[in-house]
């Protein structure tokens, strides 16, 4: 059964940076549309950054110039590149994909989740 493996993350300092990868554990597998989700204790889950399969890109205002989602085709992952990160950037962030195959329809999955914390 395939499923979304995440990797990255980690504690970093303020004004440092981490970098997210996605990627499907079956390789006949293709990820299409993407998203990277993140959840802060006590909070709603927020859809952070999404790109569709056509690679257009859309960022919510709190992390704009700072994250960058990008996709790899050939090795079927996708990022979240995050820089200049904040201590209000600490959370576990999750990846959202819709995959497919030449013998299976599309369906969302989502990763393990991966923790990210930002220390003052």
């Known amino acids: 059964q395939v499923q979304l493996v995440q990797s990255g993350g980690g504690l970093v300092q303020a004004g440092g940076s981490l970098r997210l990868s996605c990627a499907a554990s079956?390789?006949?597998?293709?990820?299409?549309?993407a998203g990277w989700y993140r959840q802060a204790p006590g909070k709603q889950r927020e859809l952070v950054a999404a790109?569709?399969?056509?690679?257009?890109?859309n960022y919510v205002d709190s992390v704009k110039g700072r994250f960058t989602i990008s996709r790899d085709n050939a090795k079927n992952t996708v990022y979240l590149q995050m820089n200049s990160l904040k201590p209000e950037d600490t959370a576990i962030y999750y990846c959202?994909?819709?995959?497919?195959?030449?013998?299976?329809?599309?369906?969302?999955?989502w990763g393990q989740g991966t923790q990210v914390t930002v220390s003052s």
């Open positions: 959202n994909a819709e995959i497919s195959s030449p013998l299976t329809q599309p369906r969302y999955y």
């Open positions: 790109i569709t399969d056509g690679g257009s890109t």
């Open positions: 079956v390789r006949i597998f293709s990820i299409n549309a």
